[in-house]
């Protein structure tokens, strides 16, 4: 399978999961029962130089040019950017606007943010994407270092 296939699945599989999490559903789990979610979760990774890591693995999973894999991962404490990245640039958002979201992202938070806003606001895309993405969340700098 070629790596431009692979993604092509790998994202169709995450809307897949997005949809599922979002359609109500009837269970057959006994009354007061929760039932378990089924999540998407980023790779958390013990190395010692864990933005080095995310770069390189964004260059070998995604499309990105260089300098875009670059931009994303820089400051990152995991491969969290990344997964962040996939789903948003799945169908929702252009490359640049994903990188924006998921940049510093420590879980898939900014785009589930994202997503709920689109749903349920009036907000534009770009308020949007100022208010769910990962450096304003987090309250940190492009190069997701503490804003204090």
């Given amino acids: 399978m070629s790596t431009r296939s692979a993604l092509s699945w790998a994202a169709l599989v995450a809307s897949l999961a997005a949809c599922e999490r979002d359609a109500p559903t009837i269970s057959k789990e006994p009354r ?28 070998d999973r995604t499309l990105l040019a260089q300098n875009d894999a670059y931009l994303l991962c820089l400051g990152a404490t995991s491969d969290a950017p990344i997964a962040c990245y996939e789903r948003a640039s799945a169908g929702l958002l252009l490359s640049a606007q994903a990188i924006e ?7 898939l938070a900014p785009i589930d943010c994202y997503e709920r806003a689109a ?5 534009m895309q770009a308020d949007i994407l100022a208010l769910c993405s ?3 969340m987090q309250r940190l700098y492009p190069n997701c270092t503490p804003i204090r």
Avoid: K
């Fill in 101 to 107: 979201l998921c940049r510093c992202a420590e879980s």
């Fill in 134 to 136: 990962a450096t304003a």
């Fill in 119 to 123: 749903r349920q606001t009036a907000l």
């Fill in 32 to 59: 007061g029962a929760r039932p378990q979610a089924a999540a998407l979760v980023p790779v958390q990774t013990e190395e010692e130089f864990p933005a080095l890591g995310c770069y390189e693995r964004a260059r």
